[in-house]
């Protein structure tokens, strides 16, 4: 009998196999995490001693497993870096066994004299951020500094867009810009360095671009959703705390040097313009009012554009930091410097002009779609210095001072040698634009044990936000149609220079007690800023008349009066367009919170603001738009009740009133002549009032997850639109920023729900968020009709329309698939935002605003120890990796023509999207960025 050689083979081997597994089978596991705060610490090392091969790295979630430890006597070691190392004994008797040990590691300890001094709590870790969620009095969703590392995001603006309930309006570049807080446009948040408000370098407004700042200055980024009376009252959406890093416990040193690149630049060459050749100003500037402009006084040398391939972007950043006397005295200094270039390509159309206002969607009246290639280079710079001296626990002072700023030069060319109408003509523009934001604060801080319960802390700051506009040139060219030679047609050069300056001081005084066993506090403060803003406009218009026929002979045409015509009527120092603003800002509060046991808490307080406003424009004596000045206060009031179901487990409610002002330049009687309409300021608009209502259910399983889920309702009382105003016809249209709501004086409505889920196991994590968000509100506009009692003449009416607040977006997600494997160093993730549809520019007339569409972006990212003797790092981030565009589309209704058709007449229009009643009216494709970078630490 022949015998089955292989079946005796595999069966033994399956046998050794087994019975060598068998000897080997015990598992250690447990946690291993921070003895005070309960946090994992991730990455901390645990192994057998003397056995360096049995071992393990505290994953995501501050786990470890060492699996096949034969039974016998071990010691076990707890290790991480800034901790004091930990050993503890373990037997395995059974071979199946499976040994849970913890470990609650303490920070190290030194004792320098008679100063104690123990490691501090690393605040920029995602453990923390979760602990200030957790324990604070409001609600507040914090990023923490190595979430944001991660991220494939290099300024604020980008990081904000991953905050639940938070979407970002989009610059040119497609980098996040403006931030929109749970439905409510940009005008109703602020923003804090270190919570002191600062100002905006923005021309007319008074919120911040935040993509003035790079990510890597941050400690944490937090966006406050509730107020408390120790916080101001002007924000309804919510705001924006930009938590700079503070001094380290012990020397420390980081450096990471960084290279990217835009995808479209690849297929594109770069658009630049010679900055150089810019006039820094205006002539009336240099030479007075009453100086008359030449065409010497215009020089086109920024007009030459060259067509070029650029360097790979350059981003850098450091940070060195210590303590020194006794560990009393931390200093700290952070730099990070980016140069960046991008290429934007699309599309949009827009109406011709025409008799009376309105397109009516035909070939005659949308004469052309325009091609457009944005050539974007940014710099930004920023600086970051911070002292703070520690007298003892209860006495401390703290100096910061912080520097941010963005030159932007921007290139635009327009080119319809594409367009969409078979034998339009050939009207491309040119346009070269330059732009220098700066941002600078300093702010000093103390806080003071005046009594055993009773504590001061007090602030100062000074603050200045600057922008510069100089010589912003756009030049169009229109041709004959079959024509390839464009004629000159007309020149624009605006100036435009702001300033917005703040002297703040706050003060508060918190006072702690014990009542019948239970702990009440009492805290009251005050503070003031005063405001200078100064704003600079100056604009001069050239047309040539008849249309003269060479690119070259601009300057001849416009010495020649015959050929064109001058219009100043901005440019002309008498006008509201320049202004000065002065506002004084006052407030007090008092507030209370009771302890009732270890479960309720509550506190309730109030806040009175004052506010006072004078302007100033530069309009003659006797116009009584030159001066004007507005009063009025607040009463504020607002409460929490928090329950604890259990340690981990809470809910709240709360409410709060607040406010949103207008923007500086709303009150100014200011007055912008367009194609079609007017735009007006107006002095008599009231600021905005808000009652806002919140509850949130809160679920911490571990230190770094969390579990949120919350309703918010929001009455809004006298919300700024801007809305048609019309005499007794077309031809008196203006445009003005007017205070909308019910007849009986009904709030606009906004309410929402939102979903927060953070979760992580071994090595995987999950981070993810939802907001839905509904708003309504009524304005007037135009409605456009088909006929005039009869004739061929367009009709127009009054009517409302109800539709969703400026950039509110009813869905937004954001989803973050995390890997992390501490033995060799590497974690990578992917992360994806949705963003759904929302009104970006609203219209004057019945149906016709802009909507932007629906966005999914996903970015890739990574980092790999290359040495982790000398903690050296490699890290890439691809951005935007499936190339989304941006889109805007109109929904025209009855009776606008030919809309189904549209693809008919007008080109780029798809019909594939489920949007077959619709025109695209703008689209803008950024491209993929590849960025790849080394980071040491020290």
Known sequence: MRKNYSFHFIAGLLLFVLLGTNTKAAVIKGMVADSNSKEGLIGATVYIKNDMDDHDAAGLDGSYSIKNVSPGNYTLVSKFFGYATQEKMVTITDPNQVVIVNFYMGQEQQTLSSVNIVGTYNKETDNYARQLEKNSDFLVNVMSAKTIQLLADATVGDVLQRVSGVTVEKSVTGGGKYAVIRGMDKRYNYTTINGVKIPSPDYKNRYVPMDIFPADILARLEVIKTLTPDMEADAIGGAMNLVLKDAPDQFALTGDLASQYNQTLFNHSFIRFDEGAINPNSPNEVNGPEYGTKASDFPLGSMTYTHAKVLPDLLAGATIGNRFFHKKLGVLFSISYQDTYSATEGFFIKPQAQPLPGPTFNTPEWDYNSSRFYSTQQIRAAAHLKLDYSFDERNKMSFYTVYAGMDQFRSRIEDDTANSLKGSELNPNYESKATYQNLYNATLQGKDSL??????????????????????????????????VANFSSLSNVWMQNSDQDFSAYINFTYKMRLFKQNLQFKVGAMNRDKSRDAFYAEYDFSATPYQPAYTTINAILNNPN????????????????????????????????????????WAGERMETTNQAYQTQLPEADPGQYGSKQYADILPSAEIKYDITEKQSIRASYFASVSRPS??????????????????????????????????????????????????????????????????????????????????????????EFVITKYIKHFGISANYTYTHSAVTVNVMKYGNTV????????????????????????????????????????????????????????????????????????????????????DLYGKVSNLLNTPLVIRMFPPSPYKNTPNASNWLSNQDTNDGFLNSIIVEKEVYGQSYLLGVRYKF
């Open 789 to 872: 009692n009869g004739t061929s003449a367009p009709k127009f009416s009054d009517t409302n329309e109800t539709r969703p607040m400026q950039g509110q977006v009813d869905h937004i997600a954001n989803l973050t698939l995390i890997y992390r494997e501490p033995k060799i160093g590497l974690q990578a993730q992917v992360s994806a935002v949705y963003t759904g549809k929302s009104i970006s520019d609203v219209s004057l007339y019945y149906g016709l605003d802009l909507w932007q569409m629906p966005m999914t972006r996903i970015d890739l990212s990574f980092e790999k120890r290359l040495s982790k003797k000398l903690k050296i």
């Open 451 to 484: 009594l055993p319960n009773l504590l001061v802390d007090w602030t100062l700051a000074y603050s200045r936000a600057t922008a510069n506009t100089p010589d912003w040139s756009t030049i169009s060219l229109i041709g004959a149609v079959g024509s390839d």
């Open 664 to 753: 500086f330049f709303e009150i100014v009687p200011y007055s912008f002549a367009g194609d079609y309409y007017t735009e007006v300021g107006n002095p008599q608009l009231l600021h905005t009032t808000a009652n806002n209502y919140d509850l949130r259910y809160e679920f911490f399983p571990q230190p770094s997850e969390q579990i949120l889920a919350g309703v918010f309702y929001k009455q809004i009382y006298d919300p700024i639109e801007y809305a048609v105003l019309r005499g007794a016809g077309p031809s008196a249209t203006l445009v003005q920023p007017i205070n909308i709501g019910g007849d009986t004086g009904a709030p606009v409505i906004n309410y929402g729900f």
């Open 563 to 602: 050929l064109y015509r001058f219009t100043d009527t901005t440019g002309s120092p008498q006008n509201a367009n320049t202004y000065s603003v002065q506002e004084d800002i006052s407030a007090v509060y008092g507030m209370v919170k009771l302890d009732l046991g270890e479960r309720f808490h509550i």
